[in-house]
């Protein structure tokens, strides 16, 4: 056998098709792209579009709220610590973070951190250091003996954070200076 002798097996290609070559191509005259208008061009979308009529989507009514400022926050039962704590996932000698959590594979990746909450039974005494516990969990975790250590909390700014009325405390300091 030559290199010359090689062949791919019948039917394994296809030659591509070669459009605008004429009728007898089969992808003559306009290429298989139907006839003339906007959706014979290339890039083109027509999503929603109903002929001049409403469209279904703005028919309906706007349902529902996106809070722009809620948190991404990875929850957690007391249930699955324990667990994980008599499995060896987690060392309670030493303190349990977010990430440690995360490397144990009891939770997913979030943005904001990891939340602790009330549901199973504890024993086990733990020093955690979350973005935040609900109360009752809080509760359960200090009556086994451990510890929560949550971050502090950021300053809000004076004014509810609006320009005006910083400006206003301050004209009115400056005016009772003045006097």
């Known amino acids: 056998m030559q290199l010359n002798d090689l062949r791919d097996n019948r039917g394994a290609t296809k030659p591509r098709k070669r459009i605008g070559r004429g009728w007898g191509?089969?992808?003559g005259k306009t290429s298989g792209k139907g006839n003339k208008g906007q959706k014979s061009r290339s890039g083109?979308?027509?999503?929603?579009?109903?002929?001049?009529q409403m469209p279904l989507y703005r028919r309906l009514p706007k349902r529902g709220f996106n809070n722009p400022f809620s948190n991404d926050l990875a929850e957690i039962n007391l249930g699955k610590l324990q667990k994980a704590v008599d499995a060896g996932?987690?060392?309670?000698?030493?303190?349990v973070t977010g990430e440690t959590l995360l490397e144990?594979?009891?939770?997913?990746?979030?943005?904001?951190?990891?939340?602790?909450?009330?549901?199973?039974?504890?024993s086990a005494k733990l020093?955690?250091?979350?973005?935040?516990?609900?109360?009752?969990?809080?509760?359960?975790?200090?009556?086994?003996?451990?510890k929560v250590?949550?971050?502090?909390?950021?300053?809000?700014?004076?004014g509810k954070g609006k320009a005006?009325?910083?400006?206003?405390?301050?004209r009115a300091a400056a005016r009772a200076k003045a006097e």
């Open 25 to 27: 191509s089969g992808t």
């Open 44 to 52: 083109v979308s027509l999503l929603g579009f109903e002929g001049g």
């Open 89 to 95: 996932k987690i060392d309670p000698k030493k303190p």
């Open 104 to 122: 144990a594979g009891l939770v997913r990746k979030s943005a904001d951190g990891v939340k602790v909450l009330a549901k199973g039974e504890l």
């Open 127 to 146: 020093e955690l250091e979350v973005a935040a516990a609900s109360k009752a969990a809080t509760a359960a975790i200090e009556k086994a003996g451990g």
């Open 149 to 158: 250590t949550l971050p502090e909390p950021k300053a809000k700014p004076e």
């Open 164 to 170: 005006r009325h910083r400006i206003q405390a301050e």
